[in-house]
Every structure is written in C-alpha cells, then in structure tokens.
C-alpha cells in the first residue's frame, strides 16, 4: 500500500511541484491550500506524514502543527516544516511547536525525498510491537501482556517482569542471586528464596493453562526457561 503524504501549502505551484516528485517515487499525496482543509482531510483519511508551510492563509503552521500534536489521533504523525524562514531562532520556534524536521525553501526535493524516508523509517520503527514467542507463549513487551496459545494470561507485575527475563535469555540456568540482580536490580537488598515464592506464582499461573513446565529447577544450581517444554 503507498504512503499517504499530506501537503499543506498555500502555493499552488510549490505543491504541485512536490505532489509530481513523490507520485513519481510511489508516493499518494493530497493536498490541502489552508489549515481548514488540511484538517478535515486528515480527519477523513490519516496521512502517514504531513508536509506543514509555516505561512498559511488561515492559520501559523506552527500552531497548526501544535493542534495536530493535541488530537490523539494526529499526535504520532511525522510531520516536515517547509519555511522561507532560516534563522536558528524560528526553526527552533518550528521544532518547539511539534515538527520532526524542517526545510527551507527554497526545498530541494533531493532533500525532501530522504528526509521523509528517514521519518517513515523512524515511524514505522516505533509502530512494530516488540513481542517475544516462545513455544505458545507470546509476550508483547508494550502492551505487557502475556497469552497463551492466543488467549490473554493475567501476571503480577514481579511474575511478568520474571518471565519477560526467562523468556529474553532461554535455555540457560540462572541462579537465584542472578536473578535477583537481573529482575529486582543489584541495590535491592531482599532473601534468595523470594525468587522461590515468585517462581512458584508464576508456575502456577501457566499451570491453568498447562504451561508451568517451561521454567524448569535445576538441582543446586537455579532455574531455566525452555519455550519448547509444555505442561502435561
């Protein structure tokens, strides 16, 4: 699917200069001449980044852009600052309003082309989950929530910090003072056998779902996590 760019800028011939650049680079581009227009269409449809004039007829881009990073639906999109405007002391004023980059004019569409690949290389980063699989476990590390075989598994949040952990180092034994410096930090002074007592809450949660067998003791030496070990 293209990338949505919108433009917002009052000149007709600036944008159809940039709308025929990156429609050649694969890019959809809408247009919009003012701040009403630009916000309605980003409402109808969100762009995946916006392209913002600093002077539009109806509204400062700045403060356009301060609206935009208002709206929950808006906030995270990438947005690029076109101005005539090259003191340090108004692109700061851009930046400080919400805008990720800034161009002056007037803007080398060479420029334009990588820097919004850069942002949407940056955006698209930030919009991957950052989950962990292991056998039927799947831990998603931003939303903090566990499931098991796709159904969602309620954890403490000392037995989700502790699984996250075994399930980041698998197939290797960690001994309970390893794992007191590693879950609960070095300066946390507390006994070994809590370890034991957070194990077992968390043994018995994978239980219901006859999962408690991917964290296994070993003898004299701590515990292990095996994503590939299911309960009976």
């Not at 989700?160 to 309970?176: D, G, I, N, T, W």
């Not at 003072?177 to 994978?206: C, P």
Request: charged share 30%.
């Amino acid at each position: 699917m293209k990338k949505r760019i919108l433009c917002i800028e009052d000149e007709a011939a600036i944008r159809a200069m940039i709308r025929f650049s990156l429609e050649r680079e694969g890019y959809a581009v809408q247009e919009a001449a003012d701040a009403r227009v630009a916000r309605d269409l980003a409402a109808d449809q969100l762009p995946d980044l916006m392209l913002v004039d600093w002077m539009l007829p109806d509204l400062s881009g700045p403060e356009l852009i301060r609206r935009f990073r208002r709206d929950p639906l808006t906030r995270d999109i990438p947005i690029i600052m076109l101005t005539a405007k090259s003191e340090e002391d108004d692109m700061i004023h851009g930046l400080d309003a919400g805008a990720d980059d800034y161009l002056i004019k007037p803007v080398s569409l060479k420029a334009l082309s990588a820097r919004i690949k850069a942002l949407l290389r940056r955006s698209e980063g930030f919009d991957e989950q950052r989950v962990i699989n292991a056998g039927r476990l799947q831990l998603n590390q931003d939303a903090h929530q566990l499931r098991i075989d796709g159904t969602p598994v309620h954890l403490g949040t000392t037995e989700y910090r502790l699984l996250e952990f075994f399930m980041q180092h698998p197939e290797k034994v960690y001994s309970r003072a390893q794992l007191l410096d590693f879950v609960w930090g070095q300066n946390t002074y507390i006994e070994e056998r809590t370890v034991d007592v957070h194990v077992l809450r968390l043994r018995k949660t994978l239980k219901t779902h006859a999962a408690d067998n991917v964290i296994q003791t070993i003898r004299g030496a701590g515990y292990l996590f095996s994503g590939e070990s299911t309960g009976d």
